[in-house]
């Protein structure tokens, strides 16, 4: 997809765009790019809009101390840059997590929420003695895709998964450690009891990061809430299934304005 950029508060934004009419906002994980949404975006009736998020991709460094709410504060502000006012955020991974963080700040931005594989409004707790692990995925470019193929493991398309590979060692080098150290300090989940909007949580049964049980905490989490739980894939259906993927998007876009199902919503996925 052809890329654009933009600067926002002095901060150099890439970004894909396309299609009209009501907005869509994809937020990628961790090691990601707006590259992880390519074959997600062709939504009817709607303007799909991924950013590369600081400290990614092609977008210039997050100023200051890297956490989820500074990713989310400066997300905000490419919101009303964009003129995306109102758009359903679709996270995945860390990008759930931002896009929870941003729900919490900035309810007013957003007309829904859907996430993939996200952590819980609690974050996500990764042990320092992982931190050197972390580290070599960063200097050994095979390291880093054996570990990017344990969370997209039916991925099946070679030339996608290399051109995923190369964006994740693009991340800036204070993203590898810090991105884990915000994730175990992120907690969103006192914040969270004033949005009103439906929630639509994705998990994957072969996810090897988030468990099920993180899974429904997220759900939980929200007044009007539905989990899916995808047979067959791991913590990326978004390039594991992307048709799946989609459909169970449309759904959500195109329900009734009560509820994911037009019903009062069950605790129950």
Same mark, same amino acid.
């Given at each position: 997809?052809?890329?654009?950029?933009?600067? !926002?508060?002095?901060?150099?934004? #890439?970004?894909?765009?396309?299609?009209?009419?009501?907005?869509?906002?994809?937020? #990628?994980?961790? @090691?990601?790019?707006?590259?992880?949404?390519?074959? @997600?975006?062709?939504?009817?009736?709607?303007?799909?809009?991924?950013?590369?998020?600081?400290?990614?991709?092609?977008?210039?460094?997050?100023?200051?101390?890297?956490?989820?709410?500074?990713?989310?504060?400066?997300?905000?502000?490419?919101?009303?840059?964009?003129?995306?006012?109102?758009?359903?955020? !679709?996270?995945?991974?860390?990008?759930?997590?931002?896009?929870?963080?941003?729900?919490?700040? #900035?309810?007013?931005?957003?007309?829904?929420?859907?996430? !993939?594989?996200?952590?819980?409004?609690?974050?996500?707790?990764?042990?320092?003695?992982?931190?050197?692990?972390?580290?070599?995925?960063?200097?050994?470019?095979?390291?880093?895709?054996?570990?990017?193929?344990? +969370?997209?493991? @039916?991925?099946?398309?070679?030339?996608?998964?290399?051109?995923?590979?190369?964006?994740?060692?693009?991340?800036?080098?204070?993203?590898?450690?810090?991105?884990?150290?915000?994730?175990?300090?992120?907690?969103?989940?006192?914040?969270?009891?004033?949005? @009103?909007?439906? !929630?639509?949580?994705?998990?994957?049964?072969?996810? +090897?990061?988030?468990?099920?049980?993180?899974?429904?905490?997220?759900?939980?989490?929200?007044?009007?809430?539905?989990?899916?739980?995808?047979?067959?894939?791991?913590?990326? +259906?978004?390039?594991?299934?992307?048709?799946?993927?989609?459909?169970?998007?449309?759904?959500?876009?195109?329900?009734?304005?009560?509820?994911?199902?037009?019903?009062?919503?069950?605790?129950?996925?």
């Amino acid at each position: 997809m052809e890329g654009h950029f933009v600067e !926002v508060e002095g901060l150099r934004w #890439h970004y894909t765009d396309r299609g009209a009419g009501s907005p869509i906002l994809f937020v #990628h994980g961790n @090691t990601g790019s707006s590259a992880w949404w390519a074959r @997600t975006m062709d939504i009817r009736g709607h303007r799909a809009v991924a950013p590369d998020l600081p400290n990614f991709g092609l977008s210039g460094a997050l100023p200051g101390e890297i956490s989820i709410e500074a990713y989310a504060g400066a997300l905000a502000a490419f919101i009303v840059e964009m003129g995306l006012e109102g758009a359903v955020a !679709v996270g995945h991974s860390l990008g759930g997590s931002v896009c929870l963080a941003l729900a919490a700040m #900035h309810e007013e931005l957003l007309g829904g929420l859907v996430l !993939v594989d996200s952590s819980s409004p609690k974050g996500l707790v990764t042990a320092e003695s992982q931190y050197p692990a972390i580290e070599s995925m960063h200097k050994d470019r095979s390291i880093l895709a054996a570990a990017l193929k344990a +969370v997209a493991p @039916t991925l099946a398309d070679a030339a996608l998964f290399e051109s995923l590979v190369d964006d994740a060692m693009k991340m800036a080098a204070p993203a590898w450690i810090g991105n884990a150290l915000a994730l175990s300090r992120f907690d969103v989940s006192a914040a969270l009891g004033g949005w @009103t909007k439906p !929630v639509l949580v994705i998990w994957g049964r072969k996810d +090897v990061i988030i468990t099920e049980a993180m899974a429904r905490e997220t759900r939980d989490a929200f007044r009007e809430a539905r989990l899916e739980i995808i047979e067959g894939v791991g913590h990326s +259906v978004i390039v594991e299934d992307p048709e799946r993927f989609k459909s169970l998007l449309r759904g959500y876009l195109e329900r009734p304005r009560r509820s994911l199902t037009g019903l009062p919503l069950s605790r129950k996925p």
